[in-house]
């Protein structure tokens, strides 16, 4: 197309040149969840508080919902495939848990 004139409708705009050269950061994000056995919901929130992952996550969040269920999510940024090895929360002692431990990966569209 030249200078002046419009994209015809319902066709996309190519990329600028800019655009196409640029990297894209990808991120995946490592969702761990655990259900605490009867009683011992705030043990297994301390137990995942104090948890370390060697390298650290860009950003890690941990949530507590009524059952005493425990959420940790952690963001990598760089991995681009789900499959990528990352650190991740180890199971708990089966005597914290009333279930095995959940996990999900996510990776950011």
Known sequence: ???????????????????????????????????????????????????????????RETFAAPGGRVLVITWWEGADDLDAELPELPSPDSALIARPVHRWRFRQV
Do not use: C, S
């Not at 409708?9 to 190519?14: A, H, I, L, Q, T």
């Not at 600028?16 to 490592?30: F, G, H, K, W």
């Not at 919901?41 to 390298?55: H, Q, S, V």
């Open 1 to 59: 197309m030249t200078a002046g004139t419009q994209q015809p409708p319902g066709r996309p705009r190519p990329p600028a040149a800019d655009e196409a050269e640029r990297t894209t950061v990808v991120t995946i994000a490592l969702m761990w969840e655990a259900k605490a056995a009867d009683g011992l919901g705030e043990e297994l929130l301390r137990w995942a508080r104090e948890r370390r992952l060697t390298p650290e996550p860009a950003r």
